[in-house]
């Protein structure tokens, strides 16, 4: 379900950019170089008390480096701290160095929201990068909303929530489930579906949207639905219950480090996922779990998300050449860890249109902000807090990287509550 129809097209798009662009740094181009400091008074552009300095602002990033999650997680972390080298490196924050706090969500959800109170109470930062489960992002949402902190999102999700204090920059349900679902169906004729995931709310949700997709709006069938626990290891029962369903796809969330144990017990089946019999789609596993799975443990499968490593273009290059100079030839780079990318340049975009950290005016100033330098391509944040994004499908290679074989002409318009799936 794309709603191409209601893409810009492209002179609005350049056009818009250009504004953007002019609106979100007025001072860059007038003075030909970085912002200064002494151009924003402290006192003017810190009214509440976060922790901005003359000479610096410190924000959080809140993220698993330890237990199940920290596989997945473990790029995010790399791709902000990418975003804020390069953003200090090119004069900072309103003329400001970034400085990090970073703390360790565990893999575990009331941790998650007592270090984001931390950060916000405590440290007073300006603004937190971070979480990745659904679970971790639902734990601390009360928290952001109760001290009115900003929240960078950067995982693809169930959608179904819409928070001024959170930006959403991987994608939603109509993005990602719906229209991986819809390619499927068109372009490998699939009449029946395996649903499989881990147990929290992000695969069940995202789940229960697919049921309604399948067998509402397409008139298609499922023919089973199972769960398991964060860290699960055993799938061998399922994978046996797969073969004798017979399904024409496998639609896979399974997250963190379960996939490992997954995709090498699905192979050891005998299914070969080269062979597209049956086609196994997933909208969870990127680049950054294929490390831990091997390529070719998964080479055949399909991925449904905006963002490959493989894609061709000039910023994708730089981003994937910086990333790694600064984390070592071996890394790789996947969906969420790009759109955690995006975080940090959007708040700073969004501060300097604002002209001040403080969490009211820069909640004014992000709809409409654009980055043209994202790697995935142009993106823009919608009043929704969502971005605007192509959806795209990639085919897994044995050298752990996807082939794009699919991605829409033109942005998508998030709607995080999309009507009949709610």
Same mark, same amino acid.
């Given at each position: 379900m794309t709603k191409d129809t209601k893409s810009p097209n492209l002179y609005t798009m350049n056009r818009r950019q250009? +504004?953007?662009?002019?609106?979100?740094?007025?001072?860059?181009?007038?003075?030909?170089?970085? +912002?200064?400091?002494?151009?924003?008074?402290?006192?003017?552009v810190n009214k509440t008390g976060l922790a901005v300095t003359d000479d610096k602002v410190t924000v959080g990033i809140l993220h698993s480096v330890t237990g199940t999650m920290a596989i997945s997680e473990t790029g995010s972390v790399e791709a902000e701290?990418?975003?804020?080298?390069?953003?200090?490196?090119?004069?900072?924050?309103?003329g400001r160095q970034i400085e990090v706090i970073q703390e360790d969500g565990a893999s575990d959800w009331p941790t998650f929201a007592e270090k984001a109170k931390k950060l916000l109470v405590q440290d007073k930062v300006a603004s937190v990068m971070g979480c990745w489960t659904s679970a971790s992002r639902k734990a601390v949402l009360p928290v952001f909303e109760q001290y009115n902190g900003m929240l960078f999102y950067p995982t693809f999700y169930e959608g179904l929530e819409e928070s001024p204090n959170v930006i959403y920059t991987g994608q939603e349900a109509t993005q990602q489930i719906i229209a991986g679902l819809d390619w499927v169906a068109k372009e490998?004729?699939?009449? &029946?579906?395996?649903?499989?995931?881990?147990?929290? *709310?992000?695969?069940r949700t995202s789940n229960k949207i697919a049921r309604k997709h399948i067998e509402d709006k397409l008139g298609l069938k499922v023919v089973g639905e199972?769960?398991?626990? +964060?860290?699960?290891?055993?799938f061998n029962s399922v994978i046996n219950k797969i073969k004798l369903k017979k399904p024409d796809v496998i639609y896979a969330i399974v997250v963190g480090g379960s996939n490992v144990a997954f995709y090498k017990q699905l192979k050891?089946?005998?299914?070969?996922?080269?062979?597209?019999?049956?086609?196994? +789609?997933?909208? &969870?596993?990127?680049?950054?779990? *294929?490390?831990?799975?091997?390529?070719?443990?998964?080479?055949?499968?399909?991925?449904?998300?905006?963002y490959f490593q493989s894609l061709e273009n000039?910023?994708?290059?730089?981003?994937?050449?910086?990333?790694?100079?600064?984390?070592?030839?071996? &890394?790789? *780079?996947?969906?969420v860890t790009q759109a955690a990318y995006l975080g940090p340049w959007l708040w700073k975009l969004a501060v300097e249109k604002a002209g001040s950290f403080d969490i009211d005016p820069l909640k004014e100033s992000l709809p409409g902000i654009e980055f043209t330098k994202a790697p995935e391509g142009y993106v823009r944040i919608h009043e929704n807090h969502h971005l605007w994004s192509k959806t795209r499908?990639?085919?897994?290679?044995?050298?752990?990287?996807?082939?794009?074989?699919?991605?829409?002409a033109d942005l998508v318009e998030p709607d995080p509550f999309p009507e009949g799936y709610q």
């Open positions: 250009l +504004l953007a662009g002019m609106s979100a740094i007025p001072l860059l181009a007038t003075m030909g170089g970085p +912002l200064r400091a002494s151009d924003f008074p402290t006192a003017e701290k990418l975003a804020i080298k390069q953003i200090n490196e090119s004069g900072g924050v309103l490998k004729g699939a009449k &029946s579906f395996y649903l499989l995931g881990s147990d929290y *709310i992000w695969p199972e769960y398991y626990p +964060l860290g699960h290891t055993q050891a089946a005998g299914i070969d996922m080269t062979k597209e019999k049956p086609v196994l +789609l997933t909208i &969870s596993v990127t680049e950054d779990e *294929i490390l831990g799975i091997g390529g070719e443990n998964i080479v055949g499968a399909y991925a449904c998300m905006k000039d910023n994708n290059k730089e981003f994937v050449a910086a990333f790694k100079e600064m984390w070592g030839d071996d &890394s790789v *780079i996947g969906d499908v990639g085919r897994a290679k044995d050298d752990g990287q996807y082939e794009v074989v699919y991605e829409t």
